[in-house]
């Protein structure tokens, strides 16, 4: 009997302290400061790791902290230069040397197969997951480690589950009583509340730490908001913020629950899986929707699938195609803190959920930028490229042109034709062979 | 998570394979690095899916014979020794390799002889020594795709052929392409250098 009463006191302090310190603050948008002094305990610590680990290893180990800078000297010169060039001129044996050489480079070296892997941290962090090549320095490290350890797995982890908990019940229960409402500005006003609350609740039960920069040019009403693509998180993030109406296939399970209980209370768009492959009926709708100057501005990620946070890949155009005003917003995670980036290949949802809740903290900077409309002349690839330079100089990304779907497809035939058709230009010329 | 950073230890046989390539211990850990990070089941070897899955590769004309380079004798994986085999080849010919000439020694693969015998084999789809008429028209169909007419593509290959054959048997022979390719800069253009 005993047992049991203590258990019901503390699971009941529990809840108070968390419904205090925790929940009640979310609805208010207010924050108390208690993560604040966590990220700052935080920060001290792993300076103090780093300049113990600098000073435990040889100097040879600075050698890896280059791998994102290329490792081979490129000669960037197009085709008919490497070639040795005059155009029109006819085939030689040697020409194999110029294709042999490139193709060697990609071996050595490839921007592409990097991304798709989580950026490798100069310093360790004290997670085991990015001990890569941190041998054993000192006792005092490895204290702190296993102290580390215990705080996230048993003092955080537990915290945060329940706080992921009540937030998505708290939604799904929310948004379920808002739909009941009649539409009036009343149920818009009480759909964004209980949007937000429920979404600070979600960032704090992952310790979410977020910069937002330029809130002035936050997406309106009736425009389209593009970001690149890291995680499922990246939803919650700019959710935070402001309310967003997003796009996507309907799930089964507990995403589709949430999915059905949020379009009560407020417009997203959601397609059935066949409908997808209808690109001009995914078009038609969310041009509808964006007509709608009330309805709330769409949310799309054009990459299409969730790259490590290092570079921006190719933007599908469909979002582009659409009209109306685009806002960007870059999206950069602080990886020291914690890897943000789902490696879908490799972590399924609940482990990459595990992941981010035993991380120190997801820190990350959102970035609001002036918005874009496409110009006269400009079709909808050079506008999407347009719009990713300038995500990408925001926040300080590399930009690839090749496309997300390469981590799953291999890469289209028609790349390669473009490839045999300029050689072929240079050695048959202009239709005379010798 | 990331691909894992190799200490010397880690190679195995190291020292053999720096005799042998005579790539430094720095850029052969970059290699060794490269090859983890291709081996995405984390094998121990490369199989030809890995080398087909990197896209500039596979936009290359010639990516699939590059990539059968690596698979000698109808092999189907290739090791970390003998992936650095093949990449010895494009080393770049350094001062020290010309002047220590020890005659005991077989010659460096990253020699302009045997440059020219890595292009050579790129031809040389039956790996008979000799590049034949038939040989040529299919990698150069390789290059071009579908760009070019069959008519044309065969007065290239037959030019080419006439060109380099000297003892009229109708295909070249590696001593015969050593000749044509004489004044080309083959150290230069089949040469990829490992920044430090």
């Known amino acids: 009997m005993e047992g049991a009463e203590l258990a019901g006191k503390i699971l009941s302090t529990w809840l108070t302290l968390v419904l205090g310190f925790i929940l009640l603050p979310s609805v208010f948008g207010v924050s108390l400061g208690i993560s604040e002094i966590y990220m700052k305990i935080l920060v001290k610590t792993l300076e103090w790791a780093t300049i113990r680990i600098e000073k435990g290893t040889p100097k040879e180990s600075i050698l890896k902290n280059s791998a994102s800078v290329g490792i081979i000297q490129r000669d960037e010169s197009p085709m008919e230069k490497g070639l040795s060039g005059l155009r029109g001129r006819d085939f030689e044996l040697s020409d194999v040397f110029y294709f042999s050489k490139k193709g060697l480079e990609a071996i050595v070296e490839d921007e592409v197969t990097q991304r798709f892997s989580s950026e490798e941290l100069v310093s360790w962090n004290l997670l085991t997951r990015t001990n890569v090549n941190f041998q054993y320095i000192s006792?005092?490290?490895?204290?702190?480690?296993?102290?580390?350890?215990?705080?996230?797995?048993?003092?955080?982890?537990?915290?945060?589950?329940?706080?992921?908990?009540?937030?998505?019940?708290?939604?799904?229960?929310?948004?379920?009583?808002?739909?009941?409402?009649?539409?009036s500005s009343l149920k818009n006003w009480l759909s964004e509340l209980v949007h937000l609350t429920c979404c600070r609740i979600c960032v704090r039960s992952l310790s979410g730490t977020i910069h937002y920069h330029n809130k002035q040019y936050r997406p309106q009403k009736g425009g389209i908001c593009v970001a690149n693509h890291t995680s499922p998180i990246d939803v919650l993030i700019l959710t935070t913020d402001g309310c967003y109406a997003m796009v996507g296939q309907v799930h089964g399970g507990l995403m589709g629950i949430i999915q059905r209980a949020m379009v009560k209370a407020c417009p997203h768009v959601w397609f059935e899986r066949s409908e997808m492959k209808d690109r001009h009926l995914v078009t038609k709708r969310l041009k509808e929707h964006i007509a709608d100057k009330k309805k709330l501005p769409i949310l799309i990620f054009p990459e299409g699938t969730c790259i490590n946070n290092t570079s921006v890949?190719?933007?599908?155009?469909g979002s582009f195609e659409i009209g109306g005003t685009i806002h960007p917003v870059a999206i950069k995670y602080n990886p020291q803190f914690g890897d943000a980036f789902w490696n879908s290949s490799k972590y399924n949802m609940?482990?990459?959920?595990?992941?981010m809740m035993t991380s120190w903290a997801i820190v990350c900077d959102v970035w609001y930028m002036p918005p874009m409309t496409r110009e006269e002349g400009?079709?909808?690839v050079q506008f999407a490229n347009r719009v990713k330079?300038?995500?990408?100089?925001?926040?300080?990304?590399?930009?690839?042109?090749?496309?997300?779907?390469?981590?799953?497809?291999?890469?289209?035939?028609t790349l390669k034709e473009?490839?045999?058709?300029?050689?072929?230009?240079?050695?048959?010329?202009?239709?005379?062979v010798s | 998570m990331g691909s894992r950073s190799s200490h010397a230890a880690v190679i195995p046989d190291a020292d053999s394979i720096r005799r042998e390539t005579g790539f430094s211990q720095a850029s052969l850990l970059r290699l060794h690095h490269r090859f983890r990070a291709l081996d995405r089941n984390k094998k121990g070897y490369l199989s030809r899916m890995d080398l087909?899955?990197?896209?500039a590769l596979a936009v290359n004309p010639l990516g699939d014979r590059i990539i059968e380079s690596f698979f000698p004798d109808g092999s189907q994986q290739v090791d970390f020794p003998g992936f650095v085999r093949v990449l010895a080849h494009f080393r770049p010919v350094e001062d020290e390799d010309t002047e220590t000439q020890d005659p005991k020694k077989p010659e460096p693969l990253n020699s302009r002889r045997n440059k020219l015998h890595y292009a050579f084999q790129l031809y040389d789809l039956d790996r008979d020594g000799k590049i034949s008429r038939h040989e040529m028209l299919q990698v150069l169909?390789?290059?071009?795709?579908?760009?070019?007419?069959?008519?044309?593509?065969?007065?290239?290959?037959?030019r080419t052929v006439q060109e380099a054959d000297e003892d009229g048997d109708g295909a070249v022979s590696f001593v015969e392409f050593t000749k044509s390719l004489e004044k080309m800069d083959v150290e230069q253009k089949m040469s990829i250098r490992i920044l430090k």
Do not use: H
């Open chain 1, 139 to 183: 006792l005092r490290l490895t204290m702190v480690w296993v102290l580390g350890v215990i705080v996230r797995y048993c003092v955080l982890l537990p915290l945060r589950v329940t706080l992921a908990f009540i937030g998505i019940s708290l939604l799904v229960i929310g948004t379920t009583l808002v739909g009941q409402l009649p539409d």
């Open chain 1, 313 to 317: 890949m190719m933007f599908k155009k």
């Open chain 1, 350 to 355: 609940v482990s990459y959920l595990l992941r």
């Open chain 1, 378 to 380: 400009e079709d909808a």
């Open chain 1, 389 to 413: 330079s300038a995500i990408a100089i925001q926040g300080g990304l590399t930009e690839l042109p090749w496309d997300g779907g390469l981590k799953r497809a291999k890469v289209k035939d």
């Open chain 1, 418 to 432: 473009e490839q045999q058709k300029n050689y072929s230009k240079m050695i048959v010329g202009n239709g005379s």
């Open chain 2, 52 to 55: 087909q899955q990197i896209g």
């Open chain 2, 141 to 158: 169909r390789l290059m071009v795709g579908v760009q070019v007419t069959e008519e044309q593509l065969e007065n290239i290959a037959d």
